[in-house]
């Protein structure tokens, strides 16, 4: 047998039961290899449940900062039974299986073509903790010593780590690094170490922090001014509204009389929560809400409303797997369509996509200025990758200079004076000719600028009509405001100087790490250069469309069945759809590079016979 | 069609003490039917604003979906409005107060829109406390939609067509005692001598004040046989007691004798008297509101009048304990940490 080698390229996969303490120590080791210097990205594979069922979780070190999954696994780390037939056989042939061998390994486990490296945890925590749940948990720093000392990780690394994580306890720290310790020791004496597959301290991170987009997300609505959010908690949204929560208890609260400056309030539901982002919006406060597919689905009503009544609303939606209330704890990007035409009528949404979490900061903060100068809903479209898992990101940045672009806004004095020259306000008048009027917030005027806001026909007085044409005016102008959204919302991010290829693609939010690493495979491997766009929004701006026209065939990547993005681009642009080709992954796995080289390549080759 | 009304003042129309007229507390000319109950309570609405010198802009009237949910388009024209959709005035009004708890919020809602569709957001607006005035019309029926039973129409109560309702009805009053409502009241469209009163109280009240108000249909629901109708409410209808609003600082004059009378002071120092009581009602206890309530059913009473107040009560804004200033008027140098702050939590990732 081969063994399996290398420095920083590998993958190791933790196999868990969910509810045992093992995220904590599954996020030491990750950190250890970011604290070395080295581009990691973790993945936690969880089940929709609170205890007992298996977990995974998956780290990936890569030298070359590929940050998507990757196939196969090099070293599994199993310490969950229910799960270790199928743990055996996902390891690559001349990989490595670490297991608890407090007890003998039954013969069905056993691979002719993997190494096995028992590790007595149980056997060790038996005999230095006497407490039941100590064991649990001392065992998971067990196999981070374990770890260490096969992978070749700078012990004094995971001692700080372990310092910080229990900085507010530190009768904590002097038994975990123990148990950690432990497991160094216990390799030390019994297996040849380092292995040949191993880490090595590296400056590749520089300034890079490890965050989870939903964390970023909430960071970005207290930086953007968001004051008040109404939410229901749904997978993997939840923990947006609590990070934004926790950011305002810390930042927004004054210390002496202990009032908030935040109103958060768990609604009944979805449709209650975004009745309340709007009604704030309307009465001038930045005001969002986060969901997730089955929450979307329930807000369509009210996003009509908040189209055509032009009123600003933030909304994000960490996308799941669907359809209906599919698989919860698991990824994709299938609420596209969903989410840009959502609610009857002729309806279409503004959508921001951020593909990492420094750009779900900066896209939260875009999204407040944008819902305010376009007056309309900002939907921010993320996924449970991006949302829930840890990220190797650039740093959180924020210009002091940076001003709210409150938007289109009479005060009292404007009203005054508009009716000083004769002119009467008229919320719906497209007075600028970029088809986004001005509005008043309640109370601004004792005599001026109010206005009765309605989902009926109006005109530009807001007065309720039945006259079509005046309401197909009203359509028109907001089709008018559209083309302006175009021009402003962030431009798609191109990776290359100009154009070198005829062929091109387009990709998206998490695809986005997948996609660049397999750019590199097909030059690499196959030979193969192919021109690159990442979308970041909707409508589309006019270089995605120049974009399409400079190349014969595009490749559009994307998380889900039925190639949504792709539609909206037929839709939207009135490409030829042949142009336009699918790599479509949708199993609720983060896509991995190898699956977007072999969809390309594949096609390739066929149009090639 | 909407109609402007002409905006023709007399010169010598009373001003009130904020200095407009009854006219200023008008909206556009209704397009109700003529005889319609949800007119005559928009009447009610704007003679209690001016009476009590409410600022019109400082008002914010907002509704579902219904012909009660148009009526903020017939009154207050000065203050701004949000229509919304059906059933989803609640979560709109608890945004908007959020955002700005300085202003005063005037829900208008349907049996429909309230009882049926909308029920779980006004359930919840409820349990919030969420400092509000919300006016239910209620005339058993959806007359937006041409009549149908709601679920505030009474088992065996007769529609136009002829059916009968085989539904329990729901009784809103009723529900929100259970729920916890701070200020609970019923009304009829056609006693503005109760109404306005009740309105004025309900303004000056600290949370969630529920007025269900009688408001019968005259196209769909004023047949005989129908528990909604003008002649049956009347016939039926029980009064718990004579209601005056009195004003902050304006002093008490009129006094009646002990155990027949209460004065309940409100939250911004008004009060409300109440007199020709019934033996031992005092309508600060909420048990005995319910079982008051379940006695009139079961008589076949309508009772009506101020059914329960707590002048204690916290409103969403203490409770969630934010900002005494408006959070809609909090700036940058409010809200945002800053770039320094953010190098900290940055390294915290790290
Ligand atoms: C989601 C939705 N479903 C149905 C309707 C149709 N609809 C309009 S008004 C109404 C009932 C209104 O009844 P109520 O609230 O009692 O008001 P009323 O007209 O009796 O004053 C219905 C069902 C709607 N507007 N929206
Ligand atoms: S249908 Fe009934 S509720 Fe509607 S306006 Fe006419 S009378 Fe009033
Ligand atoms: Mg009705």
Redesign the pocket.
Known sequence: MRNLTGVNDLVVRFANVNGTGSASANNMFAMSIFRMGIPMTAKNIFPSNIQGLPTWYEVRVSEKGYLGRREGVDIMLCVNPQSMKQDVASVKPGGYFLYDNTKNLHKDFIREDVNYIGIPMIGICMRLYSDARQRQLFKNMIYVGALAALLDIELEVVKGIIADEFKKKPKLIEPNVQAMMAGVTYIKENYEHPLGLRVERRDLVGDAIVIDGNTACGIGAVYAGATVAGWYPITPSTSLVEAFAKYSNRLRVDPETGLKKVAIVQAEDELAAFGMVLGANWNGARAFTATSGPGLSLMNEFLGLAYFAEIPAVLVDVQRGGPSTGMPTRTQQSDLLLAAYASHGDTKHVLLIPSNPSECFDFMADAFDLAERLQTPIIVMTDLDLGMNEHLSAPLKWDDARRYDRGKVYTAEDLDALSAMGKQFGRYLDVDGDGIPYRTLPATHPTKGSFFTRGTSHDEYARYTEDGVKNAQVLDRLTKKWDTAKEILPLPEFYQAQNESNIGMIFFGTTTYAALEAIDLLKQEEGITLDAMRATAFPFHASVEAFIEAHDQIFVIEQNRDAQFRTLLINELEINPKKLIKVLNYDGMPITADAIRNGIAKHLEAIKL | MTYIKPKFRHPDLPKNAVGFTKTDYEGVISTLCAGCGHDSISGSIVQACYEMSIEPHRVAKLSGI???SKTPNYFLNNSHGFNSVHGRMPSVATGANMANRDLIYLGVS???DTASIGMGQFVHAIRRNLNMLYIV???????LTKGQD?ATADAGSVSKSGSVNPFEGIDLVGMALELGATFVARSFSGDKTQLVPLIKAALSHNGFALIDVLSP?VTFNNNVGSTKSYDYVRDHIEALAEIGYVPEKEEITVSYDSGSSVDVELHDGSSVQLHKLAEGWDPRDRQAAMSRLQQAKAEGEILTGLVYVDPDSKDLHEIIKSDKRPLNSLKEEDLCPGAGVLAMINDEFR
Not at chain 2, 137 to 143: E, H, I, K, L
């Open positions: 219904g012909c009660s349907g049996d429909g019309m209620n005339n058993g029926c959806y007359g709601s249909c």
